[in-house]
Structures are given as structure tokens and as C-alpha cells.
């Protein structure tokens, strides 16, 4: 547990080094007004999930962590063509799946039928900021936008993908 006697500075720098040790890739965000923002990804050449971490403001308890899942085009023409009650059931599925893993989240744009896309946080106190809780808040995060993910692409099919013929055996 960290003191309140720790500066801030002393206290990023600590979430910098812990997640680099993890072997992940840290950048500063630029152009954001949070007091403490960093862009979190897997190290080059591996590609996966973007995710921020940020302070809002010095004075704020916590640091946010964050990941935003962008539905592809194809993605969110397929999910429009669906009947309401499927598309319903379907973003439900996700809501108590994202309820489960005690992630919060937000479909955006607010009030729309169908999200153009869905962010995804969680909150870390500093009280509570170690290394071990700072990482599974992070896999927490990343895992339910690669639930995300994965639900389009089980539900619509790889996005950009060509279209296979189908097969009498699986029509």
C-alpha cells in the first residue's frame, strides 16, 4: 500500500515502471487534459489492444483505466440490419458480460439504438495501487475489449474479410 506521504510524480513513475516491467509498451498520451495520461500497448512487433491509463487531476483518488472498442462499418451495418430483438440480445449479452467482470462501460453515442462504440473502464484507488492490482485491472480492461472483439467477429465474421461461399454443409 502506498502512503499519502509519496508524491504523485513518485506514484506515476512507479505505474510506468510497473507496466513496463510487465514487458508492455508505455507512451505518454499527448494533447489530453488529464493531470496523468499514458497509452498502454503490447511491446513491438506484437499488435493487440490500446489501452489508457489517466489521472483526471492531481487532487483525483484514483486513476482510470481505459480501452475503447470501435465497431468496424461492416460490423455496425450488420448489427443495424438485425431484427431489434436480436440486436438486443445480442448488446445485452455484452452488457452482462461486461456486469460480470465488473467492468464499467458506456455504449456511445448515448442513447442511440446501436453504439458506434463501447467504452470500457475501471477504477483503481490509490490506496490500493500495487503492482499486482495495477495488473489485473489492466487484464480485466483488456479482456473484456477482446471479448468485444471476439463477440462481433463470432457474431458478424472478420471485418475487411472476403466473403467465403458457404457451404451446403454448413448453410
Same mark, same amino acid.
Given at each position: *500500500?502506498?502512503?499519502?506521504?509519496?508524491?504523485?510524480?513518485q506514484?506515476?513513475?512507479?505505474?510506468v515502471?510497473?507496466?513496463?516491467?510487465?514487458?508492455?509498451?508505455?507512451?505518454f498520451?499527448?494533447?489530453?487534459?488529464?493531470? $496523468?495520461?499514458?497509452?498502454?500497448s503490447?511491446?513491438?512487433?506484437?499488435?493487440?489492444?490500446?489501452?489508457?491509463?489517466?489521472?483526471?487531476?492531481?487532487?483525483?483518488?484514483?486513476?482510470?483505466?481505459? *480501452?475503447?472498442? *470501435?465497431?468496424?462499418?461492416?460490423?455496425?451495418?450488420?448489427?443495424?440490419?438485425?431484427?431489434?430483438?436480436?440486436?438486443?440480445?445480442f448488446?445485452?449479452?455484452?452488457?452482462?458480460?461486461?456486469?460480470? *467482470?465488473?467492468?464499467? $462501460?458506456? $455504449?456511445?453515442?448515448?442513447?442511440?439504438?446501436?453504439?458506434?462504440?463501447?467504452?470500457?473502464?475501471?477504477?483503481?484507488?490509490?490506496?490500493?495501487?500495487?503492482?499486482?492490482?495495477?495488473?489485473?485491472?489492466?487484464?480485466?480492461?483488456?479482456?473484456?475489449?477482446?471479448?468485444?472483439?471476439?463477440?462481433?467477429?463470432?457474431? $458478424?465474421?472478420?471485418?475487411?474479410?472476403?466473403?467465403?461461399?458457404?457451404?451446403?454443409?454448413?448453410?
Open positions: *500500500m502506498l502512503s499519502k506521504s509519496v508524491p504523485l510524480d506514484i506515476s513513475e512507479r505505474v515502471h510497473w507496466l513496463q516491467e510487465s514487458g508492455l509498451s508505455v507512451s498520451t499527448p494533447n489530453v487534459p488529464d493531470y $496523468f495520461n499514458i497509452t498502454v503490447p511491446p513491438p512487433p506484437a499488435t493487440g489492444p490500446i489501452l489508457n491509463i489517466a489521472r483526471p487531476k492531481q487532487e483525483a483518488p484514483f486513476y482510470v483505466v481505459g *480501452m475503447g472498442v *470501435m465497431l468496424h462499418e461492416e460490423h455496425y451495418a450488420k448489427l443495424s440490419s438485425l431484427a431489434s430483438g436480436q440486436r438486443n440480445a448488446l445485452n449479452e455484452l452488457k452482462y458480460e461486461y456486469l460480470r *467482470m465488473n467492468v464499467d $462501460f458506456v $455504449f456511445l453515442p448515448p442513447q442511440a439504438e446501436i453504439p458506434r462504440q463501447i467504452q470500457l473502464l475501471k477504477l483503481i484507488f490509490l490506496d490500493g495501487l500495487t503492482q499486482n492490482a495495477l495488473y489485473n485491472t489492466y487484464t480485466t480492461v483488456r479482456n473484456a475489449g477482446l471479448l468485444t472483439i471476439w463477440k462481433l467477429i463470432e457474431k $458478424f465474421g472478420v471485418a475487411g474479410a472476403p466473403q467465403k461461399e458457404k457451404s451446403s454443409y454448413f448453410a
